[in-house]
């Protein structure tokens, strides 16, 4: 089975084999320098490691506590509950899924490895099965979350006077519905069919498919927003204000999805090499590195939260709000318990 997680961080071993393959063959002695560092050093920073074990785990805590202030400031305020938001908070919940996999991963890893856990093969198949599932379900998710909001926000400034008509609240629901339930059997595909190469082929072109969706977007977007601007602002009743919130929220999406590119195609580099070439020198350099991709997926879910503090001052106020009533809240619950003690 082809598994995206448990595969590659068990490559040392291939790297050896392509050592000595090259090293067989008559190749200049620069290369078989790279081909001994690949042998000895190419799983170095392996996922169990002190040092990466640690990074795993303390950016998988920070991305759920900073995902689950973003969907509890989506729910709290009801300024927040528009199309866009909803649409941010399903990006927020797929964010969270792929750095609470990838900890968990990393813990069930460290626990078998230290022999604190001891478990069957079966089972650790079908843990390792769930967590390629997870990742497969969230990167789709994260791409169909920011196609939604890239459609939002398209429909906002060039529809805007027909936006609530055309973009309501359960129109919005509906498609966070379709996403999830998309996303779900793609995740149930990828398992039972994850030996076929075709499977990771289709999970690339997906990929390459919604940007070149969204790149298109944003062309015709930022190309006749001004424009568009010109001619709508002498319509009667036309809001400036509401126009340049819809611009912001565009330019907000276009971080968001340039963090995404940056983030995740490493990753999807990775297995575009696995496939192609997956006994290449230099693909097998690139292909030794797989635990830093993880790492970087995980830095998207830690960077995307920000950029809605960010970019949003309403966010911005609500996280304030939450994080001072939480502490207000410890402060009180701690002299209570020290009153009662006395």
């Not at 506590?65 to 909803?86: C, D, G, R």
């Not at 198949?125 to 997870?134: G, K, L, P, T």
């Not at 230099?282 to 970087?296: A, K, Q």
Request: glycine share 4%; aromatic share 12%; with cysteine.
């Amino acid at each position: 089975m082809l598994n995206l997680v448990y595969c590659f961080t068990s490559l040392e071993q291939f790297y050896f084999d392509i050592g000595a393959f090259l090293s067989s063959h008559s190749v200049s002695k620069r290369t078989n320098n790279v081909c001994k560092f690949i042998a000895t050093k190419g799983a170095s920073f392996d996922i169990t490691a002190g040092s990466s074990y640690e990074v795993f785990l303390i950016l998988g805590i920070i991305s759920l506590l900073e995902n689950i202030l973003v969907i509890t400031a989506i729910v709290k305020n009801k300024n927040l509950h528009s199309p866009m938001y909803f649409f941010v908070c399903s990006l927020a919940v797929a964010d969270m899924l792929v750095s609470v996999s990838n900890a968990w991963e990393t813990i069930i890893i460290y626990l078998l490895n230290n022999r604190q856990l001891v478990v069957e093969d079966h089972f650790i198949r079908q843990m390792d099965n769930m967590v390629d599932s997870m990742i497969c379900i969230s990167v789709v998710a994260s791409m169909c979350s920011l196609l939604a909001i890239a459609v939002d926000r398209y429909v906002t400034i060039f529809y805007a006077l027909r936006y609530h008509n055309i973009m309501t609240v359960r129109r919005a629901g509906c498609i966070i519905g379709g996403i999830w339930t998309f996303c779900t059997g793609c995740g149930i595909v990828f398992i039972i069919y994850s030996d076929s190469t075709p499977v990771i082929i289709c999970l690339i072109s997906m990929f390459f498919a919604m940007l070149l969706i969204m790149a298109s977007l944003y062309s015709h977007m930022f190309m006749l927003a001004r424009s568009h601007v010109k001619r709508i602002a002498a319509l009667p009743g036309y809001n400036s204000i509401h126009q340049r919130t819809s611009m912001k929220g565009a330019i907000t999406l276009t971080i968001l999805l340039g963090i995404f590119i940056v983030c995740w195609a490493p990753f999807f580099l990775h297995l575009i090499l696995m496939i192609s070439c997956p006994r290449n020198l230099y693909c097998v350099c690139f292909m030794s590195h797989f635990n830093m991709y993880l790492i970087l997926i995980m830095c998207n879910s830690v960077i995307d939260p920000l950029i809605y503090a960010f970019r949003s001052q309403e966010m911005r106020k609500t996280f304030k709000e939450i994080i001072c009533c939480y502490s207000v809240r410890n402060v009180c619950t701690n002299i209570c318990a020290l009153t009662g003690k006395y």
